[in-house]
């Protein structure tokens, strides 16, 4: 395959992510944790040599009641190295007492200390109130949570910690680094996620960043103007052959996704949900709708009519035929042609199984055209994997979706005649212009990896002739995109 160097993402183990030293004045004496010793009174003592004429070594101690605390953040901060375990604690530094879990019901004997940051930083921020705060600190006493305002953030790198900041500040700090984050004050939700773009000089509207939705792939294609329609049919080719699913690692729900969405006023997320089934040791994509029509009433149910996310039990598409014991991961998926079709009061998607030839269908249709933006109809390409858990989702839970393989990207315009418009069989007419969909294409608005710390894309087009695992058959120079999302699975 022939890449574009600029989208390809290489996502690194731990000990290759962690870096040394600090930009911040405030901690100036730390190198990284691996220089800190800590003594049997519980203080951690940190050197380091600082002088621009002579060399002088300033040692400053740090302790459960006299944390590190880095307030100090800008775009060249350097971040720091973190150690385990992690300890809850009150305002003044002694073991928190925790009465509520993460998902915040009352509970008891649970701990205040942790192997994993992110379980520590939610329970504490279920366990505090303005009265009670609690505070997360790492094994050389650094300061990574304290319970304050929403606004206040906690600014990550990777599994490095840069500072406690502004949430302006930390914006412009993750928009420079791709393997960032932020949370929260309150530990409620992630306040921001760092990126990485499709296309160069990218400005990407806020809305459409979804920090409760885990790590993701997106690209959106442009919509209509007014003068011209946008598009109410798209189809594409997913080469499941090519795919890892690995589930979560982590005891909590999880669940992974591929899809189109079409947008017309209205938008629904049209395709699969993969759903891993422990006992037999296999992933299912059973076909998925989340449609934004008031027409249903719930958020979920399993009343297909009452659902705006419905899964269509019944509607397996694919399934695992290998599962690796030792990794955990799931393969030997089947590719998927992908039928997309919006229709001024509802939507349709077809999803043919490339080898069996097997076509799975559903169409949502709603008792009043309300999805009537016909003129402006844009598409989006997406693969994703979404935490089902509380606040301050975990980047360490272990789950993979690795190389969910896209190609023959065809969009296709909203017809003029009414006649025609919502017919679905007129838009299967070889003669229509077929509009590829690529982040090198005009008609491409906007594409990110984001969550970037875990999420990936990979461009290009393939050097040589070639198949698919599959069998399925491939040319030279052909496009592809890839989306790839994977929570740290080797460490």
Same mark, same amino acid.
């Given at each position: ?120 930083? #939610? ?158 040791? #296999? ?21 297909? #009519? ?186």
């Amino acid at each position: 395959m022939r890449r574009s160097s600029k989208h390809i993402i290489l996502l690194f183990s731990a000990s290759l992510l962690a870096s040394c030293g600090s930009g911040n004045p405030e901690v100036s004496s730390i190198l990284s944790s691996s220089a800190a010793t800590t003594s049997s009174e519980g203080t951690s003592s940190v050197a380091s040599v600082e002088s621009s004429e002579a060399t002088t070594e300033e040692v400053v101690s740090y302790s459960r009641s006299n944390p590190l605390i880095i307030t100090e953040v800008d775009e060249n901060s350097k971040a720091i190295e973190l150690s385990g375990p992690f300890s809850i604690l009150d305002d003044k530094g002694d073991p928190a007492v925790i009465n509520y879990n993460e998902n915040g019901a009352a509970a008891s004997g649970l701990p205040n200390v942790y192997d994993n940051m992110y379980e520590a930083i #939610r329970i504490a921020g279920t366990n505090s109130t303005s009265k009670k705060i609690c505070q997360v600190q790492d094994a050389n006493f650094v300061q990574i949570f304290k319970r304050g305002k929403k606004s206040d953030v906690y600014v990550f790198d990777g599994h490095d910690y840069v500072g406690a900041t502004t949430e302006t500040k930390s914006k412009k700090y993750i928009l420079s680094h791709p393997e960032s984050y932020a949370i929260n004050g309150q530990a409620t939700d992630y306040y921001y996620l760092g990126r990485d773009d499709m296309t160069e000089n990218l400005t990407v509207s806020e809305r459409q960043l979804e920090t409760f939705a885990g790590a993701y792939n997106y690209m959106y294609s442009k919509g209509g103007d007014g003068a011209i329609n946008g598009f109410s049919y798209a189809t594409c080719d997913v080469h499941l052959s090519e795919t890892v699913y690995r589930p979560t690692q982590d005891g909590h729900g999880w669940n992974a996704y591929i899809f189109v969405n079409l947008a017309r006023g209205l938008n629904a997320d049209l395709g699969l949900i993969g759903i891993y089934n422990a006992g037999s040791k #296999r992933c299912d994509w059973k076909m998925v709708r989340n449609c934004s029509s008031t027409y249903h009433p719930a958020g979920t149910s399993g009343i297909e #009519r009452d659902a705006r996310f419905y899964v269509y039990q019944d509607k397996t598409v694919t399934y695992s035929t290998h599962f690796n014991p030792e990794t955990q991961e799931c393969s030997g998926f089947d590719d998927l042609h992908f039928e997309a079709f919006a229709m001024d009061n509802g939507w349709t998607l077809n999803i043919t199984n490339m080898r069996t030839g097997v076509t799975q269908s559903f169409t949502d249709t709603h008792t009043s055209d309300d999805n009537t933006g016909k003129a402006y109809g844009r598409a989006l390409i997406a693969a994703s994997y979404c935490p089902v858990t509380s606040a301050v989702w975990n980047w360490d839970c272990g789950a993979k979706l690795e190389n969910v393989v896209f190609d023959n990207i065809l969009l296709t315009r909203t017809l003029d005649d009414p006649a025609k418009a919502n017919d679905i069989e007129a838009y299967r007419d070889a003669s229509l212009e077929r509009i590829p969909f690529f982040p090198d294409e005009d008609v491409y608005k906007e594409g990110y990896s984001q969550g970037a710390f875990c999420s990936s894309h990979e461009f290009g087009t393939h050097e040589d002739a070639g198949t698919y695992a599959s069998g399925v058959a491939y040319e030279k120079d052909q496009k592809y995109i890839s989306y790839s999302v994977d929570y740290n699975s080797n460490i």
